[in-house]
C-alpha cells in the first residue's frame, strides 16, 4: 500500500484485504554484508548509476498484464514497465506521462491526447496512438472481462487519426474521465494483437516502455527487473529491481533486520515502539510516515433494524471514542476524520467536525429511538427484545483491534457486541454479497478523482455492488450525478463538501481514522524525497540511486 | 482395571509428569475465572505492550490487556478444542470400528476402504479447506479435526474386536445365545476401553497443536477469543522484541501437549505387557 | 503374487472415484467463488462480467454436472487451468503454438516438496533407528527415558514458533543461515559447487525443523519393534548359540525390526506429497503446501481438487509400493500373500 502514487492510480476503491496480495514493497540483496554498521549511512553521496535494491511481496502476482489480474501485487511490478497516458505529479496534479498534451473539447464530451514525439518500446519498436487505441479495445472487450473495464466503456467512440493523436469522445461530459487515463497502462500492439489475453505468455513475460523491464520471474521466488535502456523518460539511476515474495510478515521483518530487504511497510507497533527502541535498526533505517488516501470505517447494514434509524445511528457514533481507536490501535498514526476523503485535500470539507465521544447524548438518542433497560441487564431492550449485533469484519489486526474497543465502548451505553472476524473470500461471499449482516468494520482505499458514485448512489446496491450498506438518500444520488458531469475544479469542489456534509448527518457509517501509511527504507536507499510529496514516498523511485560505497557485496554467498 | 493401568503408567517418572502437568494445566484451566488477576477482555490503551511486571507477571498484550488472564482463559478455549474434536473422532472410531469388526463382511471391506480414502488425503488439507469454507468458528473446527482424524481409532476398535471376538468368553456368551447389541456393550467394548483412552490421550495432544497451526494459518480460533495458539500467533512478529507474546503460549503448547504424550504414552507402555515382565 | 498385485490395482479406483468425491464434496462446501477475490472487490468489475466468469468455468451448471465433465477431463490427465493463476495449467504443463512450454503448477510444485521431504524423512530415519535401537536395549534406563523426553519436546514444540526463533538466531543475530528462500538471488551465475552450496544452505532450517517434530513417532515404532523381537524365539536361539550380542541385535534383531518401517514409510507419503503449508509458507519456498493454501484462500477449485486428487492417487500408488516392497522382503508375508 506505500507505492501509493503508483498502486492507487490504478486501484480505485479496492477495500484493502490484509489476506491477499498487499504489496511489501522493499528492496535489494542478500546477508554477506548484513553487518553492515560499520558503514556509515549518515554520509551523503551523489547519485550514481547501479545497484540492486530488493522488495518483498507477501503475495505473487497472477499475471503481469494488471488489466486481467486486478490485484495490487500486479500493478506494483507492472508499475514499473508501462506508462499511462498521464500520471499524477507530486502535488497530485494531472501531468502528461506518455501525452505531451491533452485538450478537453468545448463541450467537455471529446478529449484529444498529443503523445510525446518518438516514443519506443522496450524492443525498439515505436511506440504510437495505434497502441493507445488497441490497449482501449482490449480493456472495452467483453472477452477480456477486465474489472476496470467500465470507465473506459462510457468512450462512444476513440480514434487514432495519426501516431501522435489519441482522441475520446464520451456521450456526456465526464469528470473523472482524465483521472481515469492516469490508471490504463499502455500495452503493445504488436506483441498481443491476435492473442487470447487469458492465455498469452506475454503476462508472464511482458514489455512496456517505462523505466525497467522484465529480467526474469522465478514461480514463488522472486521478480527481477532490470533498467530499459531505450526508456524514452529518461534513465533511472538504480540498475535492478528485485522483489522477493515472501509470505509471512515476520519472515519478512527477519529479513529486513538481517539486511536482505531494503524495505517494509510496518505496522504501527513496529514503527513507533519496536524500531526506535532498537538502535541497530534505527541506524540502518529511514522511517517514512505518510497519509494515505484510505480510511477504515464501522458501517451499518441500513436495511436491518434498528440501523434503518438514523438516531441509533448517531448514538452509535457518539458512543464510539475514536480518538480510544487512534490512540490505542493506530498507536497515535491516525486521523479523526468527518469526510470520507483525505484530509487537507481540497475535496474534504474543512467545516466539518467528527461526532465527539459523548455517551451521555448517545443513551439519550437511544431512549429517544425506543430502547430501554426494562430488565435491568444493562443491555438496552426494544419491544423486548435485546439490543445486541456482530460486528464482522475480516483478518486484519487493526480492525479487530478496533471492534474490541467498539465493543467495550458500545457496552457502556446499554448496546450487547459481538464480533466475528473471517478469512476475506468467506466474508465477501457470505456477508457482503448476501447483505446478511449487521455491522462491518472495513476499510475504503481511494483514488485521487473525487468521484463516489459507485459507494454511495442508491442504484449500486445489487449483489456484488459497493453500496453493499444499502444508502440511499435522494439528494444525494443528485450530488453525485451532477459531480460525475461537472468538469469546473471550482464547482465539483461545492457540490463534494454538501455531499460529505449530509453523509456525515446520515451517518450510514462511522469514520473510525484515516490511518498513515508507514514505511522503513534502508539508509543505503538514496534520493528519497524528503518531506515526502502529496503523491507519496514512492513518487519519483527512479530517482533514487544506492551510493556505490554503501551498496551490498552483489556476488555474496547466499 | 483402568485405574490398575494408570497406576501402573504412573510408576514411570515420565509419565507421571505428565500426568502431573495435566492435572495442573487442568485445574488453571478451571480455576481460570477465579485465579485471574483481570478480566482477560479488560482493554487499557495506556498499558500497550507492557514487558512482565509485579502487575503484569506475563505483561500486557498490544490492547493492554493481561497476557496472565487471557493465557488462563485460552487455556480452556485450547483445551476444548482438543477434548471435543478428539471426543468426536473417538465417537465415530468406536461406532465404524465396532460395526466393521463384529459384523465383518462387506461392511467391513467398506469401511476399511473408507479409511483407506481417508488416510490417503493428506489431512491437513482438508482441515484447512473445509475450515476456509465453513468459515473459523470453536465448533468447526472441534468438528473437522474430528472428523479427519478417526481413522486410527477405527482401526484400533476393529482390530480389538476381531481379536475379542476369537475369545473363549465371548464365544460362550455367542453360543448361550446372547443379543448382538448386548454382545458388544457389555463384553467386547468395555475390554476395547484401554487402548482407545490411550489413543484418545495421544490425540488431544495433536488436536491442541492443531489448533495452534490453523492460528498461525489464521484460520484458528478467532480474536477477540483468546487461544493459545492466537495469542501465540499474535506475538510471532514480535518475536525478539515483545518476546512475553510468543514465549508464554509456545511455552504453554509445548508443555501442555508434552504432558499428553507422555501420559498418553506411559499409558500405553503400562499395556504393553512387556512392561509387567521388566518390573 | 500377480493375482494379488492385479486385485491391488483394481480396487484402486473405486478408491480413486471416493477420493475425487470427498475432494468435490468439500468444494462445494464454499459458499464463495473466484469471483470473490481482491480484484472482483472492484466497482469496476460488474456483476455481470462475473457472471460471464462462473459460466467460463461451468460453475453455474449443477453440481452434479460440473463433477461428470470433471471426471471426463481427469480420465485424461486433464485437471484443466488455474482460475486464479492466469489459467495455468493445474498438473501438466502445456506449450502454445509458438512453442513456449508453461509448466504446470503442480509440475512445479511437487519436485520441490517432495525434495524437501524426502531429504528430511532421510534424516528423520537416520536419527531415529539408532535412538530406537538404543532405547530399546536400554528400556526403561535414563538413556531410555532421556531418548523419549527429547523426542517428545520435539513433538510438542510448535513448528512455526520454533522456526521463527530459530530464523532470529540463526539468519539474524548470527549471520549463519538466510533466513528464507530456496535460492540466494545471484544463485543463477553461481558455478556449480556454489550452487550446491547455496541450495543447501537454504535447505538446512526448513528439512531439519520439520524432521525434528517427526522423530518421536519412528523412534518409538522402532524401538516398539526392537522389543518384539528381541524376545522372540529366534532371538533366544541364536542367544543361546552363543553369538555375541553384537550381531544378536545388528544382524538378526535389527533386520526384522526394520520391516515393519516399509509401511511407516508408506503411511508418510501423503506429508511427503502435500508438503507442510506452515513451513512452506514461514520459509518462503514454493511448494505444494503454499500452493494448496493458496488455492484455498482464493477459492481457486480446479488446483483444490486437482492437488487433492493427484496427492491422494501418488499417496495410493506409494502405499502400493511399499506393501508390495514388504511382501516381497518379508518370507512370511511373501508365503501368506500366494496363497491368498
Known sequence: MQIKSKQSRFIRLVIIAMLTPILISACENSSSTSHTSKVNYSKSYS????????????????????????????SAIT???????????QNLDLAGELAESWQVSDDQKTITFKLKPNLKWADGKPLT?????????????????????????????AQAPDPLTFKVTYEQAYAPALDSWSGLQILPKHLLEGQDIHTTAFARKPMGSNYYQLDSWAHGENIKLSRNSSSVLGKAYIEKLVTRIIPDNSAQFLELMADNIDSMSLDPIKY??????????????NLYKELGNSYTYMGFNLKHKPFDDVRVRKAINYAIDKQEIIDGVYLGLGINIASPYKPGTRWSNPGLNPYPYDPVKAKALLKEAGFTDTNGDGILERDGKPFSFEIVTNQNKEREKSAVLIQRRLKEVGIDVKIRAIEWASFISRFIKTGDFDVVVLGWSLSLDPDQYGIWHSSQQAPGQFNFIGYSNPKVDKLLEQGRTELNPDKRMIIYHEFAKQLLEDSPIVYLSAGYGLTAINKRVQGIMNPIPPAGVGYDSQKWYIPEPIRRNEISAH | MQTILLKKALSNPLSKAGFIIIFVVFLLAMLAPWVSPYDPDYINVKAILLAPSAQHWMGTDGLGRDVLSRMLHGGRISLLVGLVAVGISTAIGIVLGAISGYYRGWIDTLIMRLVDIMLSIPSFFLILAVIAFLTPSIINIMIVIGFTSWMGVTRLVRAEFLSLSEREFVQASRALGAKDARLIFTHLLPNSLTPIIVSSVLGVASAVLMESGLSFLGLGVQAPQASWGNILTDGKEYIQFAWWLSLYPGMAILITVLGYNLLGEGLRDALDPRSGSSK | ??????????????????????????MHLAPGDITNNEAAFNPKASEESRQKLRELYNLDKPVIVQYGLWLKRMVKLDFGNSFASHQKPVF????????????????????ITLMINLLGLAITLTLAIPLG????????????????????????????WLSLLLMYWLGVANNWLPISGLHSLNYETMDTWSKFKDSLSHLIMPVLIPSVTGLAGITLFVKNGMLDVLQQDFITTARAKGLNEHAVVYTHALRNALLPLITIVGLSIPGLIGGSVIAETIFAIPGMGKLFYDAVLMRDFPVIMGILTIGSALTLVGNLIADVAYAWADPRVRRGVMKG
Open chain 3, 92 to 111: 501438466l504443463g502445456s506449450t502454445d503454438k509458438d512453442g513456449n512450454y508453461t509448466k504446470g503448477l503442480i509440475e512445479e510444485a511437487l519436485p
Open chain 1, 79 to 89: 508499475a514499473n514497465l508501462f506508462n499511462s497516458l498521464l500520471k499524477y505529479n
Open chain 1, 47 to 74: 547519485p550514481s548509476e547501479g545497484g540492486t535494491m530488493i522488495s518483498a511481496m507477501t503475495g505473487e502476482p497472477s499475471s503481469l498484464i494488471s488489466m486481467v489480474a486486478g490485484e495490487s501485487a500486479s
Open chain 3, 1 to 26: 503374487m500377480l493375482k494379488y498385485l492385479i486385485k491391488r490395482v483394481l480396487w484402486m479406483i473405486p478408491m480413486l472415484i471416493g477420493i475425487s468425491l470427498i475432494s468435490f464434496f468439500i
Open chain 1, 272 to 285: 513507533s515502539r519496536i524500531i526506535p527502541a532498537r538502535p541497530e535498526l534505527q541506524q540502518k533505517l
Open chain 3, 133 to 160: 535401537v538404543i532405547a530399546a536395549r536400554k528400556y526403561l534406563s535414563w538413556q531410555d527415558r532421556s531418548i523419549t523426553l527429547f523426542n517428545f519436546v520435539g513433538f510438542s514444540i510448535p513448528g512455526f
Open chain 1, 129 to 157: 496512438s495505434a497502441d493507445v487505441l488497441f490497449t482501449w479495445q482490449l480493456v472495452t472487450d467483453a472477452k477480456t472481462n477486465s474489472p476496470y473495464a467500465s470507465d473506459y466503456q462510457l468512450v462512444k467512440q
